[in-house]
């Protein structure tokens, strides 16, 4: 039986397959927290691992007692700030603006969200954004007015007319052949170095969702 709060951490990424710099990152700390972890952790990061893992029996994480993860069955009800749509669309085939009528997003599988103030979940297809986001994790997004800012430099996800696409956005000096610049077009590019990036015209643009968090081997309700 693990005997610290530290040791029953690690029991637990190595249960949900994520690694310990992945933790920190998430949990909005440097890569060796958890190493460097003593036996005590503060109560903002606490809240911190709850959003992260719902499933997760607390008594268990601080107490030791109890199993690692609470059936469906037992868990607490899950405040509908929570609770999202899974939309029946990958990334990289379809798009998203066929999705937005009401009738369909109740038809859709619904997730919990580590976080609140989320308007989907989306399922990521690929390796171009690998290691942040690895293929068959489920991304949490929220849209943006990209007429109004786009945070340059983020993860993404790009609804367009040939798709969608979960890229990191930057501006773009890409001319059209009129020879002009200007914001015609973004440039999206890829975690994965083997793929080169992308000019993508914002004519061909439905909407831009900002990537709030992402998890893998998430289970549906």
Same mark, same amino acid.
């Given at each position: 039986?693990?005997?610290?709060?530290?040791?029953?951490?690690?029991?637990?990424?190595?249960?949900?397959?994520?690694?310990?710099?992945?933790?920190?990152?998430?949990?909005?700390?440097?890569?060796?927290?958890?190493?460097?972890?003593?036996?005590?952790?503060?109560?903002?990061?606490?809240?911190?691992?709850?959003?992260?893992?719902?499933?997760?029996?607390?008594?268990?994480?601080?107490?030791?007692?109890?199993?690692?993860?609470?059936?469906?069955?037992?868990?607490?009800?899950?405040?509908?700030?929570? !609770?999202?749509?899974?939309? *029946?669309? +990958?990334?990289?085939?379809?798009?998203?603006?066929?999705? =937005? @009528?009401?009738?369909?997003? $109740?038809?859709?599988?619904?997730?919990?969200?580590?976080?609140?103030?989320?308007?989907?979940?989306?399922?990521?297809?690929?390796?171009?954004?690998?290691?942040?986001?690895?293929?068959?994790?489920?991304?949490?997004?929220?849209?943006?007015?990209?007429?109004?800012?786009?945070?340059?430099?983020?993860?993404?996800?790009?609804?367009?007319?040939?798709?969608?696409? !979960?890229?990191?956005?930057? *501006?773009? +000096?890409?001319?059209?052949?009129?020879?002009?610049?200007? =914001? @015609?077009?973004?440039?999206? $590019?890829?975690?994965?170095?083997?793929?080169?990036?992308?000019?993508?015209?914002?004519?061909?643009?439905?909407?831009?969702?900002?990537?709030?968090?992402?998890?893998?081997?998430?289970?549906?309700?």
């Amino acid at each position: 039986m693990s005997d610290t709060i530290k040791s029953r951490l690690i029991e637990l990424l190595k249960v949900k397959r994520m690694t310990q710099t992945e933790f920190a990152r998430r949990l909005g700390a440097s890569p060796t927290y958890l190493g460097a972890m003593r036996k005590a952790m503060p109560m903002d990061k606490l809240r911190k691992v709850y959003e992260m893992f719902p499933d997760l029996n607390q008594d268990w994480l601080l107490y030791g007692e109890g199993e690692m993860l609470m059936d469906k069955d037992t868990l607490p009800e899950l405040s509908k700030d929570y !609770v999202v749509p899974l939309l *029946p669309v +990958d990334a990289y085939a379809g798009n998203l603006q066929m999705w =937005n @009528e009401g009738v369909q997003l $109740r038809d859709c599988d619904k997730v919990v969200s580590p976080v609140p103030g989320v308007d989907f979940g989306i399922r990521v297809m690929g390796n171009s954004m690998e290691p942040e986001f690895q293929s068959g994790s489920i991304i949490f997004i929220k849209k943006i007015n990209e007429k109004a800012f786009i945070p340059w430099g983020n993860p993404m996800v790009i609804d367009t007319e040939n798709g969608v696409l !979960v890229k990191l956005v930057y *501006p773009s +000096d890409y001319k059209r052949e009129s020879g002009e610049y200007g =914001n @015609e077009y973004i440039e999206a $590019r890829s975690y994965n170095p083997a793929y080169p990036p992308i000019q993508i015209p914002t004519d061909s643009i439905y909407g831009i969702y900002r990537v709030i968090t992402g998890i893998r081997n998430y289970s549906t309700l």
